[in-house]
């Protein structure tokens, strides 16, 4: 099994900086893929970033340029960067994680850390 655990969220004005940390344990080869995804209220899940096994990242457009997706040495432990935040970046973050080493697939996931950003 896998637990994940995210805390970092809170309240910002437009323009500021939080980072997100999702704490990982349990079975290391059931995490090998691990991600960030956000629902807003009203809205559907998005992927936001993922950090995939061999360490190549991707981002959604919209984050492109001001979040940054990151592990420690230990890949205990998942960061997401945020910068020059937009009232549009306003979610609950969730962290996954899956198995497989490419191909992302998500079988655990975090309850989530609410991020509000004010204009």
């Known amino acids: 099994q896998v637990q994940l655990v995210e805390s970092g969220g809170g309240s910002v004005q437009a323009g500021g900086s939080l980072r997100l940390s999702c704490e990982a344990s349990g079975d290391t080869k059931r995490r090998r893929c691990m991600a960030w995804f956000r629902q807003a209220p009203g809205k559907g899940r998005e992927a936001v970033a993922r950090?995939?096994?061999?360490?190549?990242?991707n981002y959604a457009d919209s984050v492109k340029g001001r979040f940054t997706i990151s592990q420690d040495n230990t890949k205990n432990t998942l960061y997401l960067q945020m910068n020059s935040l937009k009232p549009e970046d306003t979610a609950m973050y969730y962290c996954?994680?899956?198995?497989?080493?490419?191909?992302?697939?998500?079988?655990?996931w975090g309850q989530g850390t609410q991020v509000t950003v004010s204009s």
């Open positions: 950090i995939q096994g061999d360490g190549i990242t």
């Open positions: 996954a994680a899956g198995p497989l080493w490419v191909a992302c697939q998500y079988n655990y």
